[in-house]
């Protein structure tokens, strides 16, 4: 039997990797027919970054049994949460379980302030935006540079995959991409790096970010990339 099957709606470390249409679904169908439990990580994916949904499991059309969540949802501040079902919340009193730092007033008081501040100025929506505009933009890039190869993601949750050229679609050698990777940084921009070979842009900007945000963005990608590919 299958006691647990997680995943994030967008593998974030990953590489800004995306599933195949309905394959988050038919692994739920198939761990729940083994009696396992479903989980979904939405400590990178939650709290609207995707622009079309608040979670990243809505996109999937599932409902996990678990769901866990962090970073974000304190904006700075330490804060995680796990979300469950009574069933599963009530196996807890089957033994001693205590937590040093839950339940904190202070940190509980701050999340409940970002999941405000999200509603309020429309962050999600913001996500959405500025997401279509960023990455219109980095597909822009990869028309123009052979060393751009995947462009993908959604919302404020992107990656730009780097190749030694489109033809091989090789990695690209990590010296070179750490050589980029540092002048992004020299410039002014700081972006993740991830994927199977370390050689993925990982681009998750704060939620409020503006058009001016982005243009800067995609101004420095254009002059680096420029500089060590022309």
Not at 48 to 62: I, Y
């Amino acid at each position: 039997n299958a006691e647990y099957m997680g995943a994030e709606g967008i593998q974030g470390v990953g590489g800004t990797t995306q599933f195949p249409k309905n394959f988050i679904k038919q692994a739920f169908a198939k761990a729940r027919s083994h009696g396992g439990v479903c989980v979904m990580d939405e400590v990178q994916t939650g709290l609207g970054r995707l622009g079309s949904h608040f979670w990243a499991f809505e996109s999937h059309g599932v409902v996990p049994d678990i769901v866990t969540m962090a970073k974000g949802m304190g904006n700075g501040v330490p804060l995680g949460a796990v979300i469950t079902t009574p069933e599963i919340a009530a196996s807890l009193n089957k033994g001693i379980y205590f937590n040093t730092y839950g339940g904190n007033a202070l940190t509980s008081a701050v999340g409940e302030e970002v999941l405000n501040i999200i509603e309020d100025e429309k962050l999600q929506q913001n996500c959405g935006n500025m997401g279509e505009k960023l990455i219109k933009g980095l597909i822009s890039l990869q028309n123009e540079f052979e060393q751009v190869g995947d462009v993908r993601g959604k919302g404020l949750m992107l990656g730009m995959e780097m190749v030694e050229n489109r033809e091989s679609n090789q990695p690209m050698k990590m010296q070179k991409f750490l050589n980029v990777f540092e002048d992004l940084k020299d410039n002014g921009l700081l972006v993740g790096k991830g994927g199977p070979y370390g050689t993925v842009f990982r681009i998750k900007p704060p939620m409020c970010i503006n058009e001016s945000d982005v243009a800067m963005c995609l101004d420095i990608f254009q002059k680096v990339l420029t500089k060590h590919f022309k």
